[in-house]
């Protein structure tokens, strides 16, 4: 057995034994995936974040999604200083962290080698660029779709057809699974309960780290297993939030999360006096499914979403600053990224103009060889001046 | 009387304040490895100069890197608030400090009424900081100190093209051995480092007027080079390495004065109670 599979395994039976039902079920996922793959050899595919899980649930094969399995290498420390490791291996010390450890688990055979790479244009450009490479360089299928850059009702309807196509591509590799009516029943059924967990967290905000954990349940839609941990996740909220306390100093989080550290939430709560009610990758698009129009509705969900264009991004995040009454922004952005920190400069200014205290901390949230945490602390304790202190 | 204490990497810099907002006198140690120390060695060289006790100073505000360090301290702030505080103090107009310190350097903007509205910090690289001068002059065998005034003799300015510390020292011993006077490189050097400081400017908007702060900005040339990039003369205090004790000094001044205004309300509370 692995050290990832171990630690893994043991993070399973953790969480069952203090109660958490909703977390062991999902480590117990990855676990099945990790096992089918590395011990029961069952071939997989490797995808990025916004290839739809429920296209993907439909073919029977394992699928791992690249920045989720990294991303829980990283939190169980598979890796001691992985980008200076992959670095040694020929990886860009300038390329994404998550792509360097996915990288490292392959060519230290912790994982086999994949089938094939399937991936998006949106949302990394790094992601697709570096499936295309990893495919070529194991020599194993690349699997692409281009995503329009406009969401008008043309390029939509295109980009349904693309996803249609895949599908089809896909079908001839790998036979079907699941039906797509048990697919959409799932799907749906996830978003319903989604959304009845957005509605408690938003009148008693809790304990805000089970979200960075939990966002990536997007890419398991379309499977029953993600219904049972929602189902369990929202008893949770629902028993905790009696106990969460009203009078707060409101923080909204962007970005991600340092995984090697994320009870840095908890300390900046208890040191700045105050609590990060919100942040915004726990977010679904709660698009509804229909089986005639499945692949419309899929693309729909993508051009949707809140990172599809900037406009996008800053019209959900002022309404959770609205909705949850958000006092300050605090950005964590990813050393290297091209996608989000980009942003930064105009969220800022967006930031000024509605007189909220924004404050950008940098890092990578995957190797904490790249995270000064005492600069950040310096960062973070102007922010609470300019909060408190603002005439 | 108010004491700020400005505990930086490379200095250790204390300013004190009378009831007028007056400054009564400062003080600038080496900070070194032992910060207990430094912060000891400016206290009492604060005091002789005031001719004062320590038992007379009525509230203590300490900032910089070290800030954690002052045990005498009453109250903790950032240096990006004190700068913007020590600035707004000697000059209320000014809307933009380039602080630049010996290992990081920040642009603040500075509201009408002295709190920093917003800052960009260097991340963690010493290029744009006095780090990176200090690597240069020892490259070129010259006292850092001297840098400034050679700058200003320079008839143009070599273009160093690289704004790491590291690229840098090496493109100037190609400078050097490819026999371009020394002034030129200088001034080239002022010019990158400004070039660094015009791009952070530039992450949060410059609102004028500007002025300079810390150790670096008593070098001429980087107040020249700024200037030109700005397009207006940059304001430079007379002491701009004092600026963050400075607002250190006055926040330790509201401290008390809220202290005893606390005080005076919970008395007349009492009275009304009574």
Redesign the interface.
């Given at each position: 057995m692995s050290s990832f599979i171990s630690k893994l395994d043991l993070a399973v039976r953790y969480h069952e034994s203090i109660g958490e039902q909703h977390m062991a079920n999902y480590l117990r996922n990855q676990l099945d995936v990790l096992r089918n793959i590395t011990e029961h050899k069952k071939d997989y595919l490797v995808t990025s974040y916004y290839v739809p899980g429920e296209l993907l649930e439909l073919l029977d094969v394992e699928v791992v999604y690249m920045e989720r399995l990294a991303g829980l290498a990283a939190a169980w420390r598979i890796f001691d200083k992985p980008v200076f490791r992959a670095t040694t291996k020929g990886f860009s010390a300038c390329s994404c962290s998550y792509q360097a450890i996915f990288d490292l688990l392959i060519e230290d055979e912790v994982i086999p080698k994949p089938v094939g790479f399937v991936a998006l244009s949106y949302t990394c450009n790094d992601a697709w660029m570096y499936c295309k490479t990893a495919a070529e360089k194991h020599s194993v299928p690349f699997y692409f779709i281009n995503v329009p850059k406009t969401s008008d009702n043309d390029h939509q309807k295109h980009f349904a057809k693309q996803l249609e196509e895949l599908y089809h591509q896909l079908k001839i590799s790998f036979p079907a699974k699941t039906s797509m009516e048990d697919v959409v029943t799932a799907s749906n059924e996830a978003q319903e309960i989604k959304s009845q967990i957005d509605t408690v967290r938003l009148k008693t905000p809790g304990n805000i780290i089970d979200f960075f954990k939990l966002f990536p349940l997007y890419n398991d839609l379309g499977k029953k297993s993600t219904v049972e941990i929602l189902k369990h996740f929202k008893s949770k909220l629902e028993s905790n939030a009696s106990k969460s306390s009203e009078d707060i100093t409101g923080i909204l989080w962007l970005g991600v999360l340092p995984l090697y550290r994320n009870s840095i939430i908890l300390d900046i709560e208890k040191k700045l006096g105050c609590k990060i009610v919100c942040e915004e990758m726990f977010d679904f698009g709660n698009i509804k499914l229909t089986r005639n129009i499945f692949f419309e509705n899929l693309a729909q969900r993508i051009m949707c979403s809140r990172f599809f264009s900037f406009e996008n991004r800053i019209e959900a995040m002022f309404k959770s600053i609205r909705d949850f009454g958000v006092k300050g922004i605090i950005h964590f952005s990813q050393r290297n990224c091209m996608f989000l920190p980009p942003m930064v400069?105009l969220i800022?200014?967006k930031a000024?103009e509605e007189k909220i205290p924004?404050v950008e901390i940098?890092g990578d949230v995957v190797d904490p060889d790249y995270f000064?945490e005492e600069?950040a602390w310096?960062?973070l304790?102007?922010f609470y001046?300019?909060i408190h202190?603002?005439? | 009387m108010y004491l700020g204490i400005d505990v930086g990497s490379v200095t250790t810099d204390a300013v004190l304040l009378k009831d007028e907002k007056k400054i009564i006198a400062f003080s600038i140690v080496k900070s070194g490895f032992d910060h207990r120390s430094a912060i000891d060695k400016v206290v009492n060289d604060i005091c002789i100069k005031a001719q004062i006790e320590r038992e007379q100073i009525n509230s203590v505000v300490s900032t910089g890197y070290g800030r954690r360090n002052v045990v005498e301290a009453n109250k903790v702030v950032t240096e990006i608030s004190c700068h913007a505080m020590g600035i707004h103090f000697l000059a209320p107009d000014i809307r933009t400090v380039i602080d630049i310190g010996g290992q990081d350097s920040k642009v603040i903007r500075v509201s009408g009424n002295g709190y920093a509205e917003t800052f960009f910090m260097n991340d963690k690289c010493s290029a744009g900081t006095g780090r990176f001068l200090e690597v240069m002059a020892h490259a070129m065998g010259i006292d850092i100190n001297e840098l400034g005034a050679i700058a200003l003799t320079a008839k143009k300015a070599e273009p160093i093209s690289s704004i790491c510390t590291v690229f840098a020292e090496s493109e100037v011993i190609s400078k050097i051995a490819e026999g371009k006077p020394k002034e030129n490189i200088i001034a080239g050097l002022h010019q990158a480092i400004s070039e660094r400081l015009m791009g952070m400017v530039a992450a949060i908007g410059v609102k004028k007027p500007v002025a300079l702060t810390g150790g670096v900005a008593k070098n001429q040339g980087i107040k020249k080079a700024l200037s030109k990039y700005l397009g207006e003369d940059i304001y430079k205090p007379e002491e701009p390495q004092i600026v963050g004790a400075l607002g250190a000094a006055v926040f330790a001044m509201d401290h008390y004065m809220n202290g005893l205004a606390k005080e005076g309300n919970s008395d007349s509370e009492n009275k009304t109670n009574e």
């Open positions: 400069p800022r200014k000024e924004f940098n000064d600069r310096n960062q304790e102007f001046e300019q202190w603002r005439p | -």
